[in-house]
Antibody, heavy 119, light 109 residues
Framework: EVQLVESGGGLVQPGGSLRLSCAAS????????MHWVRQAPGKGPVWVSR????????SYADSVKGRFTISRDNAKNTLYLQMNSLRAEDTAVYYC????????????WGQGTLVTVSS | EIVLTQSPGTLSLSPGERATLSCRAS???????LAWYQQKPGQAPRLLIY???SRATGIPDRFSGSGSGTDFTLTISRLEPEDFAVYYC??????????FGQGTKLEIK
């Protein structure tokens, strides 16, 4: 069974940092592109970042470019999101997701980890 | 950026009825790069449809997608109790600037 399990969320002050992790199992992690998608309370999902299978290529939404860094460790089957200079508007549930069928879909998603940026 | 507008915001129907959800794009979505997701409270979204009309693995055939260009539709032929949820459309034409709609809440009447 394919599983994605996020961790690392929590309460952080504005300007602070957090590193999220996503542990993958049940599939060949090293062969798959991976994404981070976030969802603020009561809002629709918003794509954050993606990384290719070997980690050599990354992309970011404009809202996080220069502040967030996506990375992966294929030996540990783990995806990461380093978040710096956090703002109140970064408050959301953060999901990791595998690239799904049709080139740009997300399937499956993890259960999510909540990041709250507040003083 | 391609903006997706979903309608209606809330749809109230009874089990057994047919549901029709709409997703309109601010510009044409090439190659029908349009997906639909279902999200239940406290859960992550689940992929239902990709390529505008292809069902994802394990999705019942009461779910179908159609449309092209700027207008897309998700149809649930006969609502089951477990289908009441929020539904989002997503475009992946302007990769990697993927965008989602604001969602349609399907509630029990």
């Amino acid at each position: 069974e394919v599983q994605l399990v996020e961790s690392g969320g929590g309460l952080v002050q504005p300007g602070g940092s957090l590193r999220l992790s996503c542990a993958a199992s049940g599939f060949t992690f090293s062969s798959n592109w991976m994404h981070w998608v976030r969802q603020a309370p009561g809002k629709g999902p918003v794509w954050v970042s993606r990384i290719n299978s070997d980690g050599s290529s990354t992309s970011y939404a404009d809202s996080v470019k220069g502040r967030f860094t996506i990375s992966r460790d294929n030996a540990k089957n783990t995806l990461y999101l380093q978040m710096n200079s956090l703002r109140a508007e970064d408050t959301a549930v953060y999901y990791c997701a595998r690239k799904g069928p049709g080139t740009g879909t997300f399937d499956p998603w993890g259960q999510g980890t909540l990041v709250t940026v507040s003083s | 950026e391609i903006v997706l507008t979903q309608s209606p915001g809330t749809l109230s129907l009874s089990p057994g009825e047919r549901a029709t959800l709409s997703c309109r794009a601010s510009q044409s979505v090439s190659n029908n790069y349009l997906a639909w997701y279902q999200q239940k409270p406290g859960q992550a979204p689940r992929l239902l449809i990709y390529g505008a009309s292809s069902r994802a693995t394990g999705i019942p055939d009461r779910f179908s997608g159609s449309g092209s260009g700027t207008d897309f539709t998700l149809t649930i032929s006969r609502l089951e109790p477990e289908d009441f949820a929020v539904y989002y459309c997503q475009q992946y034409d302007s990769s990697p600037l993927y965008t989602f709609g604001q969602g349609t809440k399907l509630e029990i009447k």
